[in-house]
Every structure is written in structure tokens, then in C-alpha cells.
């Protein structure tokens, strides 16, 4: 079975609201990273957050990291059209593995 | 963006033909990885190569095999197609293991085994 997963599994929202995914994960991680995908093309890496962090920010992007609670969430803020993509984190269980969860698919509507 | 090329792009075999998907990377990064895409299953980790003729099993790897001989090429070979194995393949590099770096994917290859 696989270490991350995501939810929910489908997000639909208006242009300018937020979007908030989480990550659930089943043992102790390195780092855990969140990556994009748009329709048909490969992953984009968006963010990494270590496990001595607690919350990181790049652009409009919030992730925060609860190890005691093996979770993570992202928030998107101010969505846009050009966000409408699958979201997935990566953990690696303390290996050099790199697994993904299922994915969130998150629908921008204008 | 990285550079990193999987070919073919597409292909369509049939049942029990042996197929040989490629990932070439000139980034000179160590590790690599072969996922496989498949609705409602994200993607799942095949094989991966943590340097040249250093490989490991993933989640999936049953009815798959890699090689890899230089740095910059990574072979996912189906040994013989079956139905199942129709899905999207994803090569990815990163410079080092696990999360501690990211990871660049490539296009992706659709293959269909009919």
C-alpha cells in the first residue's frame, strides 16, 4: 500500500477562494515534498518541508507538518484558473524511496 | 527545465511482447525512478537506481525489470506485456535519495498493450 495520501479526492472551488488538501502518511519521514500536475504532463515540484519544520511558505502557498500526527496540509490561496491541476505529496519512509499518495484533483472555476 | 527525455512518447503492443521504455537524463543527478499512473491509484513506484548498476524494487515491480549500465540512462523493460501493464510511465531524477532534494519528471510514455 502506499505511504502518502491525500484528501479529499476531488476539490472544486471559485476563482479567489483558498484550497486546502491534506496528506496523511504512515511512518516517520525525512522531508515531505507536494508536487503539481496538469492534465497529461508530468509532476512539478511546488514546496519541501523538513521534519524540524513545522510550516513553510512560498508564494501563495502554505504547507504545515505535524510529525506527532504523520500529517500535512497545503493551502493555495487567491486560486486561479492556472491552479486547476492534481496536487500529490511525496514522502520517502526514511529510505531513498520517493512514494506518492493518490492525489488531489483541485477544479478552479471562474 | 531538467533535462530529462523518455522515449517513446506512445506505443501500443500486444499481450506477451517484451517492450523496453527508456529515460535519458543530462543532469548527471544518481538517483532515478520508473512509476506507473493509473486512475484512483496515483502514481506507484515500480523501480528505482540509486547509481549505475545499483537498483531496488518499488511497489510494483512484479512483471517489470531495469537496467542501468550509464548514469544517464534508466531502462524499465515489461518482460511480456499483459493488459494490466497498460498505463502512464513516469521517469523522474533527483540529485540525491528519498525527499531530501526534488524530483524532475519527465513527459511521460502511454503504452497500451492490446
Redesign the interface.
Known sequence: SQQGEEDPQALSIQEGENATMNCSYKTSINNLQWYRQNSGRGLVHLILIRSNEREKHSGRLRVTLDTSKKSSSLLITASRAADTASYFCATDALDYKLSFGAGTTVTVRA | DAGITQSPRHKVTETGTPVTLRCHQTENHR?M?W?RQDP??????IH?S?GVKDT?K??VSDGYSVSRSKTEDFLLTLESATSSQTSVY?C?I?KQ????????????TRLTVV
Open positions: 538517483y525512478y512509476y484512483g491509484h496515483g502514481l506507484r513506484l528505482y540509486y531496488d518499488g511497489e513516469f523522474a533527483s535519495g528519498g525527499t531530501d532534494t526534488e524530483a524532475f519528471f519527465g513527459q511521460g
